[in-house]
Structures are given as C-alpha cells and as structure tokens.
C-alpha cells in the first residue's frame, strides 16, 4: 500500500523554527493534494497547510506568514517550515495525502504524528 513517514519536529523556544517532512512510498500510481493537521491534547485535528500537485499552497490563519508548506512531486514529499513558533502552535502533527494507487484505489493515506513542543 502507501506509506508516509514524517520526520522532523522536537522542541524549540518561543520564536524559534522547526521544519518537518513527510516523504510517501509505495504502491502510488498518482498523488493529488497533501496536507498538513495537526493536534494539540483536547483539541480537534486541525487543517494547517494544504498544497495540490501543481503546488499552489493553502495555509490556516493561525500559521500564515510563519509557516510555509512545499512539495518536492519527484522525491514525493512535502514539507512544513515553522518559523516564529509560539507555545499555542504545541500540538501532534500528522501529514496526509490523497493518493491514487497502481491498483487505482482512491484514498488519503495519513503518517504517523510528530510532536512539536514550543515553550515560553
């Protein structure tokens, strides 16, 4: 099937940086759009980022102008870079993708979460 694997993340300081990179594999014939959520403890899953094929981006206005989201079609992979991190951006994130497969199955695939701690 596919497989996306997220790295990146930790912790960092109030306006500090981190990046993350979700990297998809297997059995893809087709990607569409990719997205970046997140979520923080007693919070539903948030929308953050979202980017289609031909990279035009969508970013949440909790994030705009901090955090930029990319995609690299070749290496199948997006990225997220978070810029002037505040404690409230603390949360799992979790990367997505809308795949089609050799098999022609329709499906958003999803990685495991990174967790991203921003302290004061």
């Known amino acids: 099937q596919v497989h996306l694997v997220l790295s990146g993340g930790g912790s960092v300081q109030a306006g500090g940086s981190l990046s993350l990179s979700c990297a998809a594999s297997?059995?893809?014939?087709?990607?569409?759009?990719m997205y970046w959520f997140r979520q923080a403890p007693g919070v539903r899953r948030e929308l953050v980022a979202s980017?289609?094929?031909?990279?035009?981006?969508n970013h949440a206005d909790s994030v705009k102008g901090r955090f930029t989201i990319s995609r690299d079609n070749v290496k199948k992979t997006i990225y997220l870079q978070m810029n002037s991190l505040k404690p409230e951006d603390t949360a799992d994130y979790y990367c997505?993708?809308?795949?089609?497969?050799?098999?022609?199955?329709?499906?958003?695939?999803w990685g495991e979460g990174a967790q991203v701690t921003v302290s004061t």
């Open positions: 980017v289609t094929s031909s990279g035009s981006t």
């Open positions: 297997g059995k893809i014939f087709s990607i569409g759009n």
């Open positions: 997505a993708a809308d795949v089609v497969t050799t098999d022609q199955a329709r499906y958003t695939a």
